[in-house]
């Protein structure tokens, strides 16, 4: 891209020495830079990037983009020096991979929980209708059903714009993102046109974040409002009329809302839901008339899910048949309310609850069909939001045996995460184990025939954050594994 019209978009910037008169590639990471491109420095949590200027100069960067003087030999490389270069980021990002988010349809899903399931649902219909599609986030980017990591939920502008452009570039004509509180506010998302905003829900989380839930709910209000003011082109707000929040996002949009309930009155709702042990049934009420809808997915929540699915697909321009085929032919979400294989007398779950509200939706996804003890292990993560921990172990309580662990407990210790969250056990048949493979080694030790195992706080994951180390870790295969020594005998593989 031509240095200028790069330029063009950071005015009232100080240009220090000659830029080049085209700028190869941008990154915000030293390690990553190519001979010719352009290195914007971030002030970091951890680092400062402008203390990296020199290795990336050294790699070959030719434009550094700093918000304080730093040095540069100016015959080899310009630098500019603008006021927040995080915002900065946002707005040369769009533009140097071609505006990408205008050549593909984008969906944009949001709430506390529920964001990955809504998602792939999303994507997966599209996909079974025969449309090219790509969704990203806590799982990773995945580009029409090949699955990429990614460090974060949302990605930083570079690398949310350089996703969309590959999506755009293999042909894809929907991207369905995860869009989570931190990138909002932090603008990871400056540059996206997006054409449908989904919420799901809002309850405790993140707190340590946002500090107070008004903030929390205004920033993922933020989605609403990006839809923009352009009301020539066909963009959508989809919203669910059983959470309060939803008032106000009507109100953050000039675009058609699509509602959907259980509850509530609503465009798309269910009723008569029935919750089986493998399957879930319900009837839902659309704009033509009421539709019979069978899926694999299991629980409560996932009632939600679908109907939030189901009104985004059909602003999208779906037909209603399309979309129940689609949720009929979807598999479970990798780690969302997961049956791990197993011929033991056990029946196990992986889910990755790790809010008050998921807890109680998990239980409550498998309470229809316990015939004996219902145990629950779970976990939450070091350094992040303590003051849902004693209300998780609340919610938790349900559980017949409860077993307190550590999600990634990162740099705090394994007594200080237990006992908080033991602090809201209203009964005592529980145990704190910080150390999540003995805590599920237990689990399965004090399971008897019947019973179910719900795992929750992990999901997808195939490690363990501690300290600043990933460990390999797999709950469903620790159980295996103590359930066939239990058992003496195979338990069956894992998908
Ligand atoms: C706390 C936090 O938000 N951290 C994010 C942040 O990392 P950071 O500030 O620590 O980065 P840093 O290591 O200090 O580096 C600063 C700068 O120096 C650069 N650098 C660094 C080293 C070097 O050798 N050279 C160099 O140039 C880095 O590339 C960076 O530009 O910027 C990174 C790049 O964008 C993010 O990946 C990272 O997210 C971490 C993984 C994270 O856990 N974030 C959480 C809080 C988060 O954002 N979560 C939400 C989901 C919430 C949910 O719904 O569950 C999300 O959207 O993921
Ligand atoms: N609609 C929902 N309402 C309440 N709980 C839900 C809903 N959907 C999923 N859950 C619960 O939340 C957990 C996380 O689901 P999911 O990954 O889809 O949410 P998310 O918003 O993407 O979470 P995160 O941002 O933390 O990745 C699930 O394992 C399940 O226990």
Sequence with gaps: METTELLAHLPFSEVIGTPPVEVTDITTDSRAVQPGGAFICINGYTVDGHDYVP?????????????????????????????????????????????????VRMIGVTGTNGKTSVANIIDGILRNSGRKSASSGTIGFNLNGVLYESANTTT???????????????????????????????????????????????????????????????????????????????KFAVLNADDPWSDRYRQMTAHPVLTYAVDSEAMFRARDIRLEAGRTVFLMETPEGER??????????????????????????????????????????????????TDLPLTIYIDYAHTPDAIEKAIASVLPYKKNKLIFLVGTGGNRDRSKRPIMAEKASVADYVILTTDDPRHEDYESITSELAAGMTHENYACIGD????????????????????????????????????????????????????????????
């Excluded at 400056?190 to 054409?195: A, K, Y």
């Excluded at 340590?208 to 020539?232: N, P, R, V």
């Excluded at 048949?321 to 009929?328: K, Q, R, S, T």
């Design 156 to 234: 930083d502008a570079l690398t949310t714009q350089r996703m969309i452009r590959q999506a755009s570039a293999e042909g894809c004509e929907a991207m369905t993102m995860e869009v989570s509180s931190h990138g909002l506010v932090e603008g990871r998302l400056s540059g996206t046109e997006f054409d449908i905003a989904v919420f799901t829900n809002l309850t405790h989380d993140h707190l340590d974040y946002h500090g107070t839930m008004e903030h929390y709910g205004y920033a993922k209000g933020l989605l609403f409002a990006q839809l923009g003011q352009d009301t020539s082109k066909p």
């Design 436 to 495: 999540r493979e003995q805590a599920v080694r237990h689990a399965v030790e004090v399971a008897g025939e019947g019973d179910i195992l719900l795992f929750a706080g992990k999901g997808h994951e195939d490690f363990q954050i501690i300290g600043n180390t990933k460990y390999p870790h797999s709950d469903a295969e620790i159980a295996l594994d103590e359930a066939e020594k239990k058992f003496g005998r195979k338990a069956g593989a894992r998908d």
């Design 292 to 341: 019979q809808v069978v899926m694999n997915l299991i629980g409560g929540f996932n009632v939600y899910n679908a109907l939030a699915s189901a009104a985004a697909l059909y602003a999208y321009g779906l037909g209603l048949d399309e979309i129940i085929a689609g949720l009929g032919a979807l598999p479970a979400v990798k780690g969302r309310m997961e049956r791990v294989e």
């Design 55 to 103: 290795q990336a100069l050294a790699a070959g960067a030719r434009l550094i983009i700093a918000d304080r003087p730093v040095e540069a030999d100016p015959d080899k490389a310009a630098v500019v020096i603008t006021d927040d270069t995080a915002r900065a980021e946002g707005l040369v990002a769009s533009a140097f991979f071609g505006h990408p988010s205008k050549s």
